[in-house]
């Protein structure tokens, strides 16, 4: 069942608890994100960037940028007591994890034909909008191959690998809460979680994001 972290009070502590979690315990690369302010409209949260038409409320790198991510427990510490409000951002790629992200219906429709398959996920991070499953990194060698042998990619289906980023919970969003739709799970060895391969997902996410609006085209060559 999915947990919304929105449904219950965050404590002042908690994002700086998650980031170091990831920092240290997972040795995932994170970096602080922009966090939401109140307008004047109370039911209204604008992004705390100087963009008054922010695509990404709360939920992507301000300052320090996204290159600044680390894994450095004092750096992580200092960065969320200076602002416990900031946004959990993980930087994809390289020796963390990568992300395939879909609309949020075509990825309740995968995440049930993954189980039917009896396919292993890694985390899954549930945005007021889509779903974004986490797995093995990859390079663009890698992933090009792989697209090159589908028919089809909807371009509602997105790819979040070297020089990129995903926001994590406890973040908060313009939209709500970002939230663990599949909690991390210690992989066998060592206490890093689980994180399967693109390869494993690949077919089932292409499928499942043709039902979202926004199909996408064929790909050109």
Known sequence: ??????????TR?????????????????????AALQISV?????????????CAVPGAHPLDPDLLAATTDARMV??????????????ATGGSAPCALSLPAAAGE?????????GVRLGPVVATPTRFLLLVAPYDLEELGELLYAQD??????????????VPLPPTETAGGAVAWQRKPTP????????LPRLEELLD???EASTTAPDGGSRLAY
């Not at 909807?154 to 020089?163: I, K």
């Not at 992989?187 to 689980?194: I, V």
């Open 77 to 90: 510490r200092w960065w969320w007591t200076q602002r416990p409000t900031a946004s959990v951002l993980l």
């Open 204 to 206: 089932v996410l292409v």
């Open 1 to 10: 069942m999915r947990e919304i972290l929105g449904r219950r009070r965050v």
């Open 13 to 33: 502590w908690a994002r700086r608890t998650a980031a170091l979690t990831c920092a240290t315990e997972w040795n995932w690369p994170v970096v602080p994100g």
């Open 187 to 194: 992989a066998q060895r060592g206490g890093t979680p689980y």
């Open 41 to 53: 409209r109370p039911s209204k949260r604008l992004c705390a960037c100087p963009q008054p038409d």
């Open 152 to 165: 089809w990619v909807p371009s509602s289906l997105r790819f979040h690998g070297e020089g990129g980023y």
């Open 109 to 117: 429709l995968a995440l049930r034909e993954l189980d039917r398959r």
